[in-house]
């Protein structure tokens, strides 16, 4: 786990070919939001993502990418997309392994995670290529996109945003890195971190230096840590699978909860209402 912390680096790319829809047969809580299963490829790899929207909305609207823990695409991703469609928004739960892989053991978790970091090439095309079919979505605004991530997905949401990638808002939740080698002068939008003050993954001169340079970038930024809070705080599952495998990781639900609100907010200064 703790390689996590490795620093990447990479250019973009993007090379995207849809390939099929098909509807998620699952129950919603609203009817009105509906879930489709998408497969696109990227450099002869498919890719699994999951679209959600609200069908009763009209017109087109603001998109969001959501990447993945170390585990990969899994229902927690695709719970966040349909959270993410109730609020208004189309989301996207990308795939950054390739063909929906997911792990249930923190040793594969890792080897998939790594395959990315060792070729961030790759991972950054994959990423382009998922945020093609989220902004050719026909409810989707393509001007307007956001891309939020979860542990490793921080990490990516992050590198992403040094890159240069055209994103008003990015929103990291207990990332895994928070430096990723790349120049914060090149962030176009807002950055918003939520960080568990306990996490013992991430040094406390990771943090500091993060902010340093993105006070000396001029980014408007805001970095929030929730006291009590460990790795993986968002995620209801995190405590067993912490306990599982003696890792500190952890829910808690009043740290999510708030960082959810304040990502929430972040967003409606961004995009409106």
């Known amino acids: 786990m703790a390689r996590i912390l490795l620093v990447v680096t ?19 809580a609203d009817s009105s939001i509906v879930g489709e299963e998408i497969d696109y490829e990227v450099g002869g790899v498919t890719l699994k993502g ?7 909305q009209e017109g087109s609207r603001p998109g969001v990418l959501v990447v993945h823990e170390w585990w990969g695409h ?7 997309a349909r959270q993410l469609a109730e609020m208004g928004y189309t989301a996207l739960a990308v795939d950054m392994y390739g ?15 790594m395959e990315v970091f060792d070729n961030m090439q790759a991972g950054v095309d994959r ?33 992403m945003a040094r890159t240069g990638a055209d994103l008003d808002v990015v929103a990291a939740f207990h990332a895994g890195a928070l430096e990723t080698g790349n120049d914060p002068n090149n962030i176009t939008g807002r950055v918003f971190v939520a960080h568990g ?16 340079n993105m006070d000396a ?16 705080f968002t995620n209801p599952d995190a405590t067993a699978k912490g306990e599982q495998f003696g890792l500190p990781l952890a829910y808690q639900q009043e740290a999510d909860e708030q960082s959810w609100a304040a990502m929430q907010a972040v967003f409606i200064e961004a995009f409106g209402g």
Do not use: W
């Open 10 to 28: 990479a250019f973009a790319l993007v090379s995207c070919t849809p390939t099929s829809h098909t509807e998620d047969p699952s129950p919603q």
């Open 50 to 56: 999951y679209i959600a929207y609200d069908s009763s």
């Open 74 to 80: 899994n229902e927690y991703t695709r719970d966040r």
């Open 99 to 113: 063909d929906g892989r997911r792990a249930e053991h923190p040793e594969d978790a890792n080897a998939f995670m």
């Open 127 to 159: 990423f382009q290529a998922a945020k093609a079919v989220l902004n050719g979505h026909a409810t989707t605004d393509p001007d307007k996109t956001a891309a939020i991530g979860y542990c490793f997905g921080g990490a990516i949401v992050l590198h």
């Open 197 to 212: 003050a306990d996490d013992p993954l991430v040094r406390p001169e990771a943090i500091e230096s993060f902010k340093a």
């Open 217 to 232: 970038a001029g980014v408007r930024y805001e970095f929030v840590a929730y006291p009590g809070a460990v790795h993986a």
